[in-house]
Structures are given as C-alpha cells and as structure tokens.
C-alpha cells in the first residue's frame, strides 16, 4: 500500500490517497466495503506493484490536489512542497502546475525526516497508531484470522483519524521551521548533536508518546476490592482472612468474566469478518472507465460512490434477469407439470374406462352365466318333475297263445294289357301308335 498525505498550513489537511497493490490494475469492491464517502473521504487507485507513478503522480495533482485547493486559493498562487520523487518531478506535472499558478518547491535528498512536517510529525504518529490497531485485531481475533485487503481501510481510518489531527499538522509545520519560518528550529537540532567516543553524531530523539500498557481495571473490580477493604477493617484476624479470601475469589471471577466477554466479542467480530472475506471480490471500476473513457486515475469519493451505483444496477440487473429465468424456468416446468397431469389424466380416464369395461363383460359373463346355470336347473327341475310324475304300468300276465302254422297265399300274377304299361310310380303308359303298325 502507498498512501498519499497531503497537509495545509491552516492546520487543515486533503483526503489521503491510497494506491492498492492490483495485478490487474482494477479495484475491487471488496477491498472499500467499510468506505463512507461522507464521513471518511478518501480517493483511491491501483497499479500492478502498489507503487505511485508518473501518471498516478498527474492524475493525483489534478483530480485531488487542485479540486481540493483551488477554493481556497482562488486566484492566488499556491506553494505545493514535495519530497522528490520521481512522479513529481516529470515535465508533464511541472509544466502542468505552472500553467495552473502553482509553486512547487522540492526538499534537498535525505533531509525530510528533518525537513518535512510529515515524517516529523505525522507518519510516526501513524505507522504506531496503525499498529495498535493490528495488534487488536490480532488480540480480538485470538490470532485465528489474517490481515488482507479488506481488513486494511478500517484499521487505517481508525489511526489516520487519530494521527492527523490539527496539532499534530501544525506541530510538524512549526517543528521543521517552515510555517511560522524560523529555520533556527532546524539548525539548533543539529547544534545539540555531539560526537561519542567513536566520533558517531547521535541525535536526541524525542520520547515517544505510545505506551503497551494494558488496559485499566474495570471499575466493578476497583468497586469490589474497595468493599473488601472496608469489610475487612473493621473485622478481627479470622474474619479479616475470610473476606480477603472472599474478595480474592470475586476479583478472580470478575477478571474471568471480562476476559471471556472480551474473548467472545472478538470472536464474533471475527467470523463477520470472515463471513465478509466469503464474498467474492470484483472490479466495479470497469464499468466507470468504459462508460467515461478513463485511463489511469484516482477515483474520487464521488466517482467511488458512481462506480458502485454503476455496479449496483449492474447486479440488480442481472439479478432481474436471473429473476426472469427462474419465473420462465417456473412457467416451463408448470407447463410441463400440467401437461404431465393431463396426459395422466388421460392415462387413469383410459385405464378406468378399460376397467369398467372389463368389469361391465365379467358382469355380462357372470349374468349370462348364472342364466345358463339357472336354465340347466330349470329343466332339470322339469325332468325330474315328469319323471316323478309318470307312473310305470305293470304288464299283466297272460297265457301264451298256440302258435298257428303259417299259411302262405300265393295269388296269381294279374295279366298286364299290352295296350297299357305303367311304370313304377304308377302311371299309364302309352304305347307309341307306330308301335301298332310293326
């Protein structure tokens, strides 16, 4: 990460400008999900190591540092005081600066830990601050969860806020001599320097203000000892111990107890952020350089807040297409499930008219069946009635009869007339008249 501070002789200071380090040379969201616009202002750009460069250097000079200064100087010129570096000193940014009235004047090469308010007063303060602000994260987190990308902004607000404040600004500008100009501030600094034994210059470094002291007792364990104290002075010696031994124990459990409660909150606080380090980051800068034509920049709060609105209606459109699918995936399988149904329908409407039919034949079968039985019962019935009814006649007994011997007649053959044959059957036959002439 590289930031870029800017300060104001008033006490006042610009918008830090931070460069991500992106292999791809876009932002992700991820990355600015705790950004506010409004209440922490903040510019931001990306490159492929982390670094500034020329063009990241041109771009911060005109989309920060004149929006953000020409107000107040209108048309006055200003003095912009850098420290050198490469980006800063391109002829695109100084030919730039001169044609928008500004100064720009360079510090000499390795004085600005002396000379710029800054490293005096500034970056020192911060890079403590800022690991302070690790070391919660590590204490609340029990050293379970990582420091990444996403965690970074916050814990910088946090020490940015606490280390640029307005005394800390004008005790850098007073401290190097530049506002009020007083360049003894510097000179009696080097004047105070004395050679050690070995001929070394050493400098008296200031003390630093940061303390690793631990945090004060709660004020329920200072309630608590102070009640022990009273109870145990106005009590003989056995007595004095047992309340001492009672307070020992109530401090030990109210020591435990905000240990523990000071162990789940920084649980918690680190499984929403891990739940937030879940979701996949993605470039939402992409779209504002596509629509805009923009190259290389910083994207302002405002081009952050228009980035987003772009990525936000991007995803409710998609999430709006992803919506119509579904309804068209809902409507093709309702359709499709109705259809089933009706082939279904059609299907048990098919099997049970198939059924009845079957049904209504075995019904006819079975009728017609037992109309045959009944039929066979009938003339049985019948049969075995005239049967009963019928009686048999017994043959009397009578005396066999003298056989009487057979007498044949033979009568004689009657004459046939010639004249008249008869056939078989027995008509007449004629006899042909030329028959009579032979």
Not at 135 to 157: C, E, W
Request: aromatic fraction near 6%; hydrophobic fraction near 35%.
């Amino acid at each position: 990460m590289t930031i870029l501070a800017t300060i104001c002789a008033d006490g006042s200071s610009l918008p830090p400008a931070l460069i991500y380090k992106a292999v791809s040379g876009d932002l992700q969201d991820t990355w600015l999900q705790d950004h506010d616009p409004l209440e922490k202002p903040c510019w931001f750009a990306s490159s492929s190591n982390g670094w500034t460069s020329n063009e990241l250097g041109l771009s911060w000079l005109k989309s920060l540092f004149d929006t953000q200064t020409f107000d107040k100087a209108r048309r006055v010129w200003r003095l912009l005081i850098l420290h050198g570096h490469g980006s800063h000193c391109t002829i695109k940014f100084l030919d730039w600066c001169r044609s928008n009235r500004i100064l720009v004047a360079i510090f000499p090469p390795h004085a600005t830990h002396r000379l710029q308010p800054l490293d005096v007063s500034l970056f020192r303060p911060l890079a403590t601050y800022y690991s302070q602000q690790l070391d919660h994260h590590t204490r609340l987190s029990q050293g379970i969860a990582s420091l990444t990308k996403r965690d970074f902004l916050n814990n910088f607000n946090v020490a940015y806020d606490k280390a640029f404040t307005e005394a800390n600004i004008m005790s850098g500008w007073r401290k190097t001599g530049i506002e009020p100009f007083n360049p003894e501030q510097v000179l009696k600094i080097f004047k105070k320097e004395e050679p050690d034994d070995e001929g070394v210059l050493t400098a008296q470094t200031p003390p630093s203000t940061h303390s690793s002291s631990c945090l004060d007792s709660p004020s329920a364990i200072r309630t608590i000892r102070r009640i022990v104290n009273e109870e145990a002075a106005h009590r003989d010696a056995q007595s004095q111990k047992l309340v001492d031994k009672l307070g020992g124990a109530c401090l030990s459990f109210a020591t435990e107890l905000i240990l523990a409660k000071e162990r789940e909150k920084g649980l918690i606080e680190t499984i929403n952020n891990q739940k937030n380090k879940r979701k996949r980051g993605r470039s939402f800068t992409e779209e504002l350089r596509a629509q805009e034509g923009l190259g290389v920049l910083f994207f302002s709060p405002s081009k952050v807040a228009r980035a987003k609105e772009l990525q936000l209606a991007k995803d409710e459109a998609k999430e709006l297409e992803t919506h119509h699918k579904q309804l068209r995936a809902q409507d093709r399988a309702a359709k499709k499930a109705q259809k089933q149904a009706e082939a279904q329908h059609k299907r048990n409407g098919r099997t049970a008219r198939a059924a009845a039919r079957k049904t209504e034949e075995a019904l006819k079968k079975a009728q017609m069946q037992r109309q045959t039985e009944a039929k066979k019962t009938r003339k049985q019935l019948e049969t075995e009635s005239k049967t009963s009814d019928r009686r048999p006649r017994k043959k009397q007994k009578t005396q066999k009869e003298a056989q009487k011997p057979m007498v044949i007649m033979i009568e004689p053959e009657p004459q046939i007339d010639s004249d008249r044959l008869r056939s078989r059957s027995g008509r007449t036959i004629k006899k042909p008249a030329h028959f009579d002439e032979i």
